[in-house]
């Protein structure tokens, strides 16, 4: 709070004037008359005492006032009431000092996921996939099992990848890893495992898994579908099948499948003409699926 309040001072009463000295003893001899035009001399002051008033100055007081009253009335005015003295102010209390704001707490992490991926990363994943929180945790359980198949070293190597599914290697299994591995350092780290099975979340649009389908059958990865890129991918699944398929079929197939998806005259399928193609073809995102992603718990 501010200074202390200084308060004025409403006057000091007026001392009472000490009796002239010898007050109170027997009067002294009648001093001789003085002629009357020369005025009495007052008594000089005793030192500490206030001089006391006179007479005339007494006198001239309520004259000031009585003249003072007398032209108010002449002005047709009323005598301004004598004020009051002023009360002391009290100071105001200064404002409160600003507060600084609590720093907010941070967002609660996951107490499954490892330390390393914290609550901004998490709820990123959340954003960028078809998974909610529940879902990334649950994945990440089913990743330290597959990471631990061979080597527990905290990421999914191709070995691992394909004793997962079940498969053995080929050329589709291969290019799903690929896709899986975004920055090709020949492992899937947990991220890149969470996105890369969005697409196969009931969740994930026509749209999102045609475009996978898409990088599939892009075996050179120069974004399109060549005439050989698709004739690789078909005489490669029916070799791994055991079906015999000569020459003549596998070109009569590949200029159908151009035809229908509107790229006849074409040496490459665009990501459009692709999309057209897989809803003619439906069953072409067959395995595209995968129900338990679509389970919380």
């Known amino acids: 709070r501010g200074g202390p309040v200084l308060k004025k001072s409403m006057g000091c009463g007026a001392s009472s004037a000490k009796p002239p000295s010898g007050a109170g003893a027997q009067p002294a001899e009648p001093a001789a008359a003085k002629p009357a035009s020369e005025p009495t001399p007052a008594a000089p002051p005793v030192a500490g005492e206030k001089p006391a008033p006179t007479a005339d100055a007494a006198a001239e007081k309520p004259a000031a006032a009585t003249a003072s009253s007398s032209a108010s009335a002449v002005e047709g005015k009323a005598a301004p009431a004598p004020t009051a003295p002023a009360a002391p102010v009290e100071p105001k209390p200064l404002a409160d000092a600003p507060t600084t704001a609590a720093p907010k707490a941070p967002e609660k992490t996951s107490s499954v996921l490892p330390k390393h991926v914290g609550a901004d990363e998490l709820g990123q994943l959340c954003q960028a996939t078809n998974f909610d929180r529940k879902q990334v945790e649950r994945l990440y359980e089913v990743f330290k099992v597959i990471s631990s198949i061979g080597r527990d070293d905290g990421f999914i190597d191709k070995l691992e990848f394909e004793q997962s599914l079940g498969l053995r290697s080929s050329l589709f299994v291969d290019r799903i890893f690929q896709i899986f591995d975004k920055n090709r350092d020949h492992n899937i780290a947990f991220d890149e495992f969470v996105h890369g099975l969005s697409v196969f979340s009931p969740r994930a649009t026509r749209e999102e898994k045609a475009a ?54 074409s040496d490459h399928l665009e990501l459009e003409a692709f999309t057209s193609l897989v809803k003619q073809r439906p069953a072409m995102l067959a395995n595209m699926t995968i129900a338990s992603l679509s389970v919380s718990r």
């Open 212 to 265: 996978f389908a898409y990088q599939i059958y892009d075996i050179d990865g120069d974004g399109k579908i060549s005439r050989e890129d698709l004739r690789h991918m078909v005489r490669t699944t029916v070799s791994e099948r055991k079906i015999d398929v000569s020459d003549e079929q596998l070109e009569e197939l590949v200029s159908v499948t151009f035809s229908q998806a509107g790229a006849a005259g």
